[in-house]
């Protein structure tokens, strides 16, 4: 029974090394990661209705007890997120076969997937921070041979950025790990925070826990630690690029919502007041940067910042409505970052160039593709009734609960020139003259896995009075340490 | 003992800092080394440095006190086995990337913004 949590990790393990035998048989590969992943996604759904309706789930790997051995803890926040990891990871495998070339597929592409997904469920389950460090690495690994697979001149010379980047903040991470055993004495979360409670998070630990925050936030992209991103996050594949946006930097900010809801919340206005002053500029940065640029996928890559500063508002605000609303921000934000790289991809690639001044009136040949990408912007940007208004008002109301009153008016004008930002791309790039000399491409394939993850936004938005309760669980739960220590150590 | 490694582990931080801020991909590869050794003695020093045997139980748990603490051992050879890893791959995608791109020098590595 306890066995499903490790599910969602070893299933995508097999998969990738079972694909890496059939590399170069295309159609077998191609349609066995379907059904896996499809597999999976059933799976995952079922793991997450126990979870809801029994309690978290707890796996003591080898069954050693809680602080000795590495702990896998399916609990709501986690087993919700991997479940929207699942369903990210189900569109993509149908977008992939689409926009990858024979040579990219051939070349392990579906066996790197698999071991994404692997460690982006590994990293979102684990109890244990050495534990979260290797499934760190492990997605991260899988993530360099993806960023570089078809081996183009742009591709090489960014990835170089984006290993580095990365290989710098893993060794922050090690080292932050390692002053945190040296004052706690173990490395389970469960315990850590039990200890940090007893001497009352003392100056030493707040120090490790703004280490820890700033590796995590170099992963996640906020402000000021976001420059490595939108440039490595636009040169793979667009389904890589997509699976990138929607899963990566979201790895990173749950790191920062369990450990700054868990261990490091006894000094307040020193971590937590602090993260709205983050989230405020990468909205700012993020937005000013989506503006500058006529290059559509940067525009959305950009966009993934205020998006992570939205998140991070919520974590500083730090009351039950802003939880909730980051909770369910991030869910909506995995799904319409995913969406909207793969519309990109789409758009790049019937227009055949990614320069917005470069294109325009593809409405009179796609207005399927032009009416997606304008439900989507609706989306991102937070329209009512669509996913992105519930998890902003939640937020929003945190905020202005706890008189946050800067950080609303930030929000409120970064959600308008978000829809600008996108809108763009509709008003320069579909509407305009129909260009007589176009040569039209065919889209099939291409449309079912973008409606398939806008259906899932539109239901997240309409379908808020039935979502709200699990997501209003959630924050609760990370409100209350004490539930997620006590079921760990089992006290 | 402590506060010797811990300074030793600061100087291969400053050296591998300086180093990342070089322009040549090479030495930036270098101080990438340079800074996973600094962590691996933090994390060694972390655990405490202390003169003890070697955490191999021999015939059955005599004294526990006697061995130094096994877990950050443990911890480092992951840790090194994680890194080994990645600087093989950025060394085969620094010599794939030079040989693409014509150059080393990283300045010259920039990019414009449509490409």
């Not at chain 1, 990891?85 to 992939?96: E, G």
Request: aromatic fraction near 12%; charge should be neutral.
């Amino acid at each position: 029974m306890s066995n499903l949590a490790v599910l969602p990790i070893i299933i995508p393990l097999i998969s990738g090394i079972i694909l890496a035998f059939f590399h170069k048989k295309v159609t077998v590969s191609r349609w066995l990661t379907r059904i896996l992943t499809i597999g999976n996604l059933g799976l995952v759904s079922y793991i997450t209705w126990i979870v809801f309706n029994e309690g978290s789930i707890i796996l003591e790997t080898g069954g050693w007890e809680a602080p000795y051995g590495i702990i896998l803890v399916a609990d709501p926040l986690a087993i919700t997120l991997v479940l929207t990891t699942n369903i990210v990871a189900t569109a993509c495998a149908f977008y992939a076969s689409h926009s990858m070339n024979i040579k990219e597929e051939t070349h392990y592409f579906y066996a790197f997937f698999f071991f994404l997904i692997t460690g982006v469920s590994g990293a979102f389950l684990t109890g244990d921070l050495f534990n979260l460090f290797v499934f760190f690495e492990v997605l991260l690994m899988a993530s360099y041979a993806l960023i570089v697979l078809g081996g183009g001149k742009v591709q090489l010379r960014e990835s170089i950025k984006y290993v580095l980047i990365n290989l710098f903040s893993s060794v922050l991470f090690v080292t932050a790990v390692a002053f945190l055993y040296s004052v706690v004495g173990t490395v389970n979360m469960a315990h850590i925070a039990e200890r940090v409670q007893e001497v009352d998070q003392k100056g030493i630990l707040t120090t490790i826990a703004v280490l820890l925050f700033f590796v995590f936030a170099t992963k996640a992209a906020l402000f000021p630690l976001y420059y490595w991103m939108p440039k490595s996050y636009i040169v793979p594949n667009p389904v890589v690029s997509a699976l990138f946006g929607a899963l990566l930097t979201k790895v990173g900010i749950y790191s920062i919502l369990r450990v700054f809801s868990l261990i490091f919340v006894y000094k307040l206005d020193l971590t937590h007041h602090a993260f709205i002053w983050f989230a405020g500029l990468s909205m700012i940065f993020g937005i000013i940067g989506a503006l500058s640029t006529s290059n559509i996928k940067l525009i959305v890559a950009y966009n993934i910042i205020p998006a992570i500063g939205f998140i991070i508002m919520g974590i500083g605000v730090f009351n039950q409505d802003a939880m909730s609303g980051a909770v369910y921000y991030l869910v909506h934000d995995m799904i319409i970052k995913c969406a909207l790289f793969l519309l990109v991809g789409t758009i790049a690639y019937v227009a055949g160039t990614s320069d917005l001044r470069k294109f325009s009136g593809l409405i009179h040949y796609y207005p399927v593709l032009g009416w997606l990408l304008f439900v989507s912007a609706f989306i991102l940007a937070g329209v009512p009734p669509f996913s992105g208004f519930i998890g902003k008002l939640l937020l929003l109301k945190g905020a202005l609960t706890n008189d946050e009153i800067v950080i609303v008016v930030l929000g409120l004008l970064s959600s308008l020139l978000i829809l600008y930002s996108i809108m763009k791309i509709f008003i320069q790039g579909f509407w305009g003259e129909k260009d007589e000399s176009f040569v039209k491409k065919p889209t099939k394939g291409f449309v079912g896995p973008v409606v398939f993850l806008l259906a899932f936004s539109v239901i997240l938005g309409i379908g808020a009075e039935f979502i709200y309760p699990s997501i209003d669980t959630i924050s609760t739960y990370l409100l209350d340490p004490e539930v997620y220590i006590d079921s760990v150590l089992k006290e | 003992m402590e506060i010797i490694i811990s300074i030793l582990a600061g100087i291969l931080f400053a050296t591998a800092i300086y180093n990342l801020l070089q322009k040549q991909i090479l030495r930036i590869i270098i101080g990438t080394v340079l800074l996973s050794h600094g962590a691996h003695l933090f994390i060694l020093t972390m655990g405490g440095l202390k003169d003890r045997k070697p955490p191999i139980l021999i015939d059955g748990i005599h004294e526990i006190e006697k061995y130094v603490d096994p877990l950050p051992q443990a911890l480092i050879l992951t840790s090194i086995v994680i890194s080994f890893g990645i600087t093989s791959l950025l060394l085969v995608l620094t010599y794939r990337t030079i040989n693409e791109n014509k150059t080393d020098d990283m300045a010259q590595l920039r990019g414009e913004e449509n490409e």
